[in-house]
């Protein structure tokens, strides 16, 4: 199973009181791969990377060779990397702001509810909040449910403009 993950607010947190994994960036790297990694991020990746494949998916315009090392020195393993640049490749300037299932992507993990709704019919998104500490336990259910070809489950956390459209 092909899956992505968001960089901002949900492998990289820079919010107040967010709690990060210990920096294993080599030290000759640290001037280029800053980013701190989300508590858990890590050991979740390397985990989920036995089974699947790993993708990051991003609507920022960082090279994806920085984003493939900075992972690399956290022990993850990467298959590709979309970033805004090959995003706009396939979709042009108008499109979604991400669509994972056209890039073979069974399983996307982000903190944004637009990504969510815009894919609501492919139901292939789990939203996990930067705030949440259970975040990697979210995504392991979700993994489990798409393996099992049900759609991720939806956090209770939906907000009320969703629930009234009747989308969840």
């Not at 992505?4 to 920096?23: E, K, V």
């Not at 900075?70 to 979309?82: A, E, I, P």
Request: positive net charge; contains cysteine.
């Amino acid at each position: 199973m092909r899956i992505s993950f968001d960089l901002d607010d949900t492998l990289i947190c820079y919010h107040n009181g967010a709690r990060h994994d210990p920096n294993r960036v080599w030290w000759l790297l640290r001037g280029w791969l800053h980013e701190p990694q989300r508590s858990g991020a890590g050991a979740l990746l390397r985990e989920l990377g036995r089974d699947h494949e790993l993708w990051v998916y991003t609507t920022s315009y960082r090279d994806p060779r920085t984003v493939w090392w900075w992972l690399r020195c956290y022990g993850v393993r990467l298959g590709y990397v979309v970033n805004q640049y090959r995003h706009e490749r396939t979709f042009g300037r108008r499109g979604p702001s991400k669509c994972p299932a056209q890039f073979g992507i069974h399983l996307h993990i982000d903190d944004s509810w637009g990504v969510w709704e815009e894919n609501r019919w492919d139901r292939n998104v789990c939203v996990v909040s930067p705030h949440d500490p259970d975040w990697a336990d979210r995504v392991r259910a979700a993994v489990a449910c798409v393996a099992r070809k049900e759609p991720p489950p939806v956090p209770p956390e939906v907000p009320e403009e969703y629930r009234a459209r009747g989308w969840v």
